[in-house]
């Protein structure tokens, strides 16, 4: 082999071993300036269809644009004092060991709109994972996935203040999991979910922290789980606790607060739990298809000065059905609706969504023979005796005119 052939024989082999190790490398966003953290999330290959842009404002990097069918990783590690704010809409099928977005560092991760969602059946699979002591701060958008936000590394501090944090509730799959030591889950906003898609046992946690000295705290917005034994908050380790100081935290159970192996909302190592201003609303849920009457709270459970009752709300294109909560003596409270249930109004005989003049003329017509049947008979009994007379029309009428 002759000088020339030998060096150009040389150079191939060196750019061989160099795209080699390239191929080989973990594709981490990662760099010594806020500029290289930019430059390497946007030059990031996730698979599937689009891609994501970025722009830089001191040290805060925003990502932007939209993808599809993402099929890899998305390591970013964040510098102390570095900001990434998450505008793009980032969805696909990533599989455990890998999520969607694997987070490190100690610098801050905020999503403020679009989404992040990892889609598909197996629990294990994520669409955040926190590695380091990062903060995670969901002020809009939405993350999904059957474990949304896994935080593994000590001292993670998940903070949700808007938007929307959820699971397809089963067995195994939480909107957020904490297993590191002196790990934090405020909610202040938004809602945090797990919700049921399919039929059989639902064991859904909404929030489980599973590192001692770890806490959760509601200040606002909504927990809550649809499983059928779904629970909102789970706390295994004594030294960790739950507080409650306002918003809305509603799972399965005839208690509010529990053992670990109990049927409740607030499930601790120690059955304890702090609650202060917020409402907690357990529901005992039947089998089959319940039905309650709009004003009554058969099967909820509420803490002291909270109250929760089986409503009807107008809805913005159709009614809907679910639970009317309050503070007793004090301002502040909402609807919460379910699926699956049917709610009655008593008094409304026709089934009309009202009580009017037409109810009486039905259940009047019915006390004399002329009606052989009512549409809702349940509904017209007042008393509750299980006879329809003379006096469930007295108290039709004295409905009507309050």
């Not at 249930?341 to 006390?367: M, Q, S």
Request: with cysteine; net charge negative.
């Amino acid at each position: 082999m002759n000088t020339k052939t030998s060096k150009i024989t040389s150079i191939l082999v060196a750019v061989a071993i160099i795209c080699g190790v390239f191929t080989l490398m973990p594709q981490k966003a990662y760099a010594a300036s806020v500029e290289q953290l930019a430059f390497e999330i946007q030059n990031f290959w996730p698979g599937g269809t689009g891609l994501l842009f970025t722009e830089m404002s001191g040290k805060t990097v925003i990502v932007t644009g939209t993808v599809t069918g993402a099929t890899e990783q998305l390591d970013i590690e964040i510098d102390p004092g570095v900001t990434v704010i998450w505008k793009a809409n980032y969805s696909g099928t990533v599989h455990y060991p890998k999520c969607l977005i694997s987070l490190s560092g100690t610098g801050a991760f905020e999503v403020v709109e679009g989404s992040i969602r990892n889609i598909n059946d197996t629990a294990t699979d994520c669409a955040i994972r926190v590695n380091g002591a990062n903060t995670v701060d969901v002020r809009g958008g939405i993350v999904e996935g059957k474990t949304a936000i896994l935080a593994l590394a000590a001292n993670a501090k998940i903070t949700v203040s808007g938007g929307e944090v959820k699971t397809s509730a089963g067995n195994g799959c939480y909107a957020i999991y904490t297993g590191g030591e002196s790990s934090t889950v405020t909610v202040s906003g938004g809602t945090v979910k797990a919700e049921k898609n399919f039929t059989g046992m639902d064991l859904g946690r909404v929030i489980y922290i599973n590192g001692e000295k770890s806490k959760v705290v509601v200040n606002g917005g909504t927990v809550c789980t649809t499983g059928d034994y779904g629970i909102a908050i789970f706390s295994s380790k004594g030294s960790s606790s739950v507080e409650v100081n306002g918003g809305f935290v509603f799972g399965m159970g005839y208690k509010i607060i529990g053992g670990n192996a109990e049927y409740c909302v607030i499930s601790t190592y120690d059955s304890s739990a702090v609650i202060s201003d917020g409402i907690v609303c357990a529901w005992n849920k039947p089998y089959g298809t319940p039905e309650y009457f709009a004003g009554t709270s058969k099967d909820l459970t509420v803490n002291t000065n909270a109250g929760a009752v089986w409503g009807i709300h107008p809805g913005i294109l159709l009614p809907q059905n679910g639970i009317v909560y309050s503070k007793i003596g004090a301002s502040g409270g909402g609807f919460f609706p379910i699926d699956g249930i049917i709610i009655n109004i008593l008094g409304d005989v026709n089934d009309d969504g009202k009580v009017d003049a037409t109810d009486i003329k039905l259940l009047k017509e019915y006390l004399h023979g002329i009606t052989a049947a009512l549409p809702k008979p349940e509904n017209a009994d007042l008393d509750g005796d299980g006879v329809l007379t003379a006096f469930d029309l007295a108290v039709l009428r004295n409905l009507c005119l309050e």
